[in-house]
């Protein structure tokens, strides 16, 4: 220990000059931290999701569910296999160890699907993996109103105009519409009418696909170019879809308007959104493991600021849920409790030691403490949250406390020194005040680090 402080006292200036570099360091470092509401407590994990439209809990669990499991069961990293099955979807998930290389079990799980995923029933649709998501993973809940238009039309400008722009941004993983209403042409067969027309459902569903179908017209060959034909669908408005012919009876055709009523109108919705009191768009923007959710929030905000002027009669309300907020109190925080400390330590040693140089030097304790802490925090890969912000600031408390005690000796010492008769070189008075209490002050120290110490060595959740 004497060792350490007569060395750092001869090389002051490179003490100084290290002192520089760590704080430039730590300010650098501290700009790109990612930053998020609470720390990555989730395990690496592959979701693969099913619909089947039509099917039983019982049978989506024993026609989809079983036999995804089967087939992912060994994939590289498993830990545990879990799944959920519900009326018309399929939801497994595989828990990976951690340590695993997520995107290469991803891999893996993809291949395997594309092998088994032809043998799933004809009601299911093609399974699909979700994107890798934060365990933290929404972002932002962002209200999409209107008193002008129809929800079918926001869902229309949802789903091609702001989710296509914020899905670019980076760190955003999936951006999920609530409430939407797709547009479709609804077909409502009219029994009595079929009856009456001798035509079964079979025939009528057998023409509308027919009709909707878009196939491809090939090409003529010309003199001296090729043309390639276009088939252009003649159905633009429900109108068009209710005269196609159904069958023929008596030589004349039987129109589907005849036989059923052609409406525009949307799927049964499975959630809705209410915005404002009144029917409207929740869109919940998802980020991906990686994200800086303060980074990433800013980014969205204004990526909906661009957005606004080409979205007149929409209201957009980003302000539902933004965890980003807790970060940003949270920094705030830390920050008024570095200006309360440095206020406190500047009076209190103002006061007793009529010193300012002497408050100074314990000030810049706080500073070089924490762009310190956070250098390591990074390297260490955590991010900065709130756990880790009202650590910090309980932290401070105890960098403050040996900095006061180690200058106020220094200080005493000193001044003993000048009014003694025979005054000893300031280099062996600062050395021997330091070294005086550096024992008390290290053992304290070291005190509090044994207390937290069995905490580094939890496993599990609780450890991670």
Known sequence: MSWLVSTSLRLRVLVLALAVVLMI????TAR??????????????????????????EEVESLVS????????????????????????????LILKEGTDLMAARQVVQERLSVEAPRLPAAAHPPVILPPLSSTSRLLKIGVSSRTLSQMDLTILAKWTIRPRLMAIPGVANVAIWGQRDRQYQVLVDPDRLRAHAVTLDTVVKAVTDASAVAAGGFVDMPNQRIAV?????????????????AFRNGSPLRLGDVADVKVGFPPPIGDAVINDGPGLLLIVEKQPTGNTLEVTRNVEKALDDLRPGLQGVDLDPTIFRPATFIERSLENLKHAMYV??????????TFLFDWRTALISLTAIPLSLMAATIVLVWWGATINTMVLAGLVIAMGEVVDDAIIDVENIVRRLRLNRASARPLPAFRVVLNASLEVRSAVVYASLIVILVFLPVFFLEGLAGS
């Open 25 to 28: 360091v730590g300010v650098r």
């Open 66 to 93: 079983v036999p995804l499991e089967n087939a992912l069961n060994g994939t590289i990293g498993l830990k545990t296999i879990r799944s959920k099955s519900v009326l018309g979807l399929s939801s497994v998930v």
């Open 32 to 57: 790109n931290a990612p930053l998020d509401v609470f720390p990555e407590f989730a395990p690496p994990l592959v979701e693969v999701q099913t619909e089947a439209p039509g099917l039983s809990t």
């Open 341 to 350: 400390g440095c206020a406190l330590v500047v009076v209190i040693l103002v």
């Open 230 to 246: 276009r088939h252009r669908s003649p159905i633009e408005e429900p109108e068009d879809l209710a005269k196609i012919t159904v």
